[in-house]
């Protein structure tokens, strides 16, 4: 499969990556009913760990205790961020829950810029949010939006804690090591699930599916991706993401967007690219 992703060339990996990523989510949701959402992150994360170490493998005994520091809370939020997305998207769309989340790496991009255009990039993302919030009994859950959002604050936890990883690790053995301690968090929630019961051989291949659409797909192909392509060129693409989880809700699932949502998503969007190309234009 490695052999095979690697003759992709770079601006298609990025686009398949993302369309892998939403296609796993529209997966996962699929598997609510049975499973639930704690049950599915906990089978998605579960086999996506195996998977990446096998194809890792690490060798635990040559980590440092610095990298132990470091790798353990990465890892830690990566599981948070997972679960706490899947349990957003089990009350909302899965293009609002994407849109919610991303909001989350988008400050964290615009925090501390001292330009003036970025505060217009932090403001249209507030839009987009205020035309999804639940302010008149409009049909979005609450808690939904608010697991969304708390899912966007742990991917930027996961964001900086992966750089910092990154820095002392060798990528394929942090995220290794990682998705292993992602799999420790979200266990006890997932065999505490109500549900956990209804895994079956059927629900396993599709878990395993979700593995790879969801994880070591994406992680191949961006892996591939950032060896030939600028960091603000992919930062752009994957942009797109609220959208083509939107377009994923849309055909597989028949999750079907208001007009205000649809601007919502297309403000945090223009927000997106605006702070990466604003962030370009300072560094020149």
């Not at 990566?78 to 349990?87: Q, S």
């Not at 987009?128 to 708390?150: E, K, M, S, T």
């Amino acid at each position: 499969m490695k052999s095979r992703l690697s003759n992709i060339p770079p601006l298609p990996a990025v686009l398949l990556s993302i369309l892998s990523v939403q296609c796993g989510a529209a997966i996962a949701k699929t598997l609510f009913p049975a499973l639930g959402a704690a049950g599915t992150a906990t089978l998605r994360i579960g086999i996506s760990a195996i998977i990446l170490w096998i194809a890792y493998r690490p060798n635990v005994s040559k980590i440092t205790a610095r990298q132990w520091k470091s790798v353990i809370p990465y890892g830690l939020s990566l599981g948070a961020m997972n679960v706490i997305f899947y349990l957003a998207i089990e009350r909302i769309p899965i293009g609002l829950g994407v849109t919610l989340e991303f909001v989350g790496p988008l400050l964290l991009a615009i925090v501390g810029s001292k330009q003036v255009i970025d505060f217009l990039w932090a403001f249209l993302a507030a839009v987009g949010i205020a035309l999804i919030a639940p302010w008149a009994n409009n049909g979005i859950d609450l808690l939904g939006v608010l697991f969304a959002l708390l899912a966007g604050g742990f991917w930027s936890a996961y964001i900086i804690l992966g750089g910092k990883t990154s820095k002392i690790m060798k990528g394929g053995d942090a995220v290794a090591v990682g998705m292993l301690f992602a799999t420790l968090l979200i266990l006890p929630f997932g065999l505490l699930s109500s549900k956990i019961g209804n895994l079956n051989p059927k629900y396993l291949a599709m878990g395993t599916a979700l593995a790879l659409l969801s994880s070591a797909i994406p992680f191949t192909l961006e892996m591939k991706a950032l060896k030939h392509i600028p960091s603000r060129t992919f930062s752009i693409l994957m942009s797109l993401e609220p959208a083509v989880a939107a377009i994923c809700g849309l055909i597989f699932l028949q999750e079907y967007l208001s007009f205000k949502e649809c601007l919502a998503i297309a403000a945090v969007i223009i927000a997106s690219v605006g702070s990466t190309l604003s962030a370009k234009r300072s560094k020149l």
